[in-house]
């Protein structure tokens, strides 16, 4: 099976930056996902790394490293809708392509 | 613009009944699943299915059951509802195959079992 290991909650201040951290071991690794889930809300697709380095995509940034079984999502000028739980998903070479999901990270923004 | 609908929002039970959860995508996706989503634990793969008629047991199957007759619908069945099977429950579908083939969710049930 795999491990996914994220922090539980953060906070950080409206404009500011913020890295949230996802740990995995896995055998097969085939593919990190993030999902961004509002309270009371679908998970959202955010990005998705396969190949080791960094994915911009606006605000939204998503790093990976395979070798260390590693990947951070990187908010920039935070806005407080981006009060969230965010959801760190691995997917492993197999017969299926079922993403295992970690425990999820709760992002409070504050003014 | 990409749509899964649950049936139903929130729903409230009793110990022991037949209880149907009932997801519909209009993505024509071949991959569909029902995970659920309770405090703390995180989202958990109860069932899923590559194709019509078939289905895969995830990583929470006891107590549970589905059904897909049509490619566009995905049924969970709670046989006898129990009080630990209060949750949120939220249907997913996906493409069979593909660079990323992330997930599109449903907006969720939150099912209480009284």
């Known amino acids: 099976g795999q491990n996914i290991d994220q922090p539980t909650e953060m906070t950080a201040t409206e404009g500011a930056i913020v890295q949230i951290n996802c740990t995995y071991q896995?055998?097969?690794?085939?593919?990190l996902f993030w999902y961004q889930q509002h309270a009371g809300e679908a998970p959202t697709f955010l990005s998705y790394n396969v190949l080791d380095g960094l994915e911009e995509k606006g605000r939204f940034s998503s790093f990976l490293s395979r070798s260390k079984g590693y990947s951070y999502l990187l908010l920039k000028e935070l806005q407080m809708k981006d009060s969230a739980s965010y959801l760190c998903a691995v997917r492993v070479m197999g017969g299926s392509y079922i993403p295992t999901f970690g425990r999820g990270t709760s992002l409070i923004v504050h003014p | 613009d990409v749509k899964v609908t649950q049936s139903s929002r929130y729903l409230v039970k009793r110990t022991g009944e037949k209880v149907f959860l009932e997801c519909v995508q209009d993505m024509d996706h071949e991959n569909m699943f029902w995970y659920r989503q309770d405090p703390g634990l995180g989202l958990r793969l109860i069932y899923f299915?590559?194709?019509?008629?078939?289905?895969e047991k995830g990583d929470i199957p006891e107590g549970y059951s589905v059904s897909r007759e049509k490619k566009e619908r995905f049924s969970l069945i709670l046989e006898s509802a129990s009080t630990n099977q209060t949750s949120m429950y939220l249907c997913?579908?996906?493409?069979?195959?593909?660079?990323?083939?992330?997930?599109?969710f449903g907006s969720g049930t939150q099912l209480s079992v009284l």
């Open positions: 997913a579908s996906s493409f069979e195959q593909g660079a990323d083939e992330k997930l599109f």
């Open positions: 896995t055998s097969g690794f085939n593919g």
């Open positions: 299915s590559y194709d019509v008629k078939m289905k």
